[in-house]
């Protein structure tokens, strides 16, 4: 049977991402990989853990494909109707 980490992140052992020693030089992957425009994203690239760190990770991956101010342009440039 699995454990109950296992179980629910379905993740083995229950872990929360990779393991970063302190001092030892190594870092999180981040989103960014050798394949051209494609980017990882997750808890397992973003400090933290769940669902907080995973939607960080991809907004950082969006804001690396479009910057925040091009969304701002094309959310001007549909104009979503206002509610009323």
Not at 5 to 23: I, K
Not at 78 to 84: A, F, G, S
């Amino acid at each position: 049977a699995a454990s109950g980490d296992e179980r629910f992140l379905r993740r083995t052992r229950g872990t929360y991402g990779p393991r970063v020693e302190v001092g030892s030089g190594q870092s999180l992957p981040g989103h960014k990989t050798p394949l051209n425009n494609f980017y990882m994203v997750g808890d397992f690239t973003f400090p933290g853990i769940g669902v907080p760190a995973t939607a960080a990770s991809g907004a950082i991956a969006a804001n690396t494909i479009v910057s925040v101010f091009d969304h701002l342009a094309m959310l001007d440039k549909i104009r979503l109707p206002v509610k009323q």
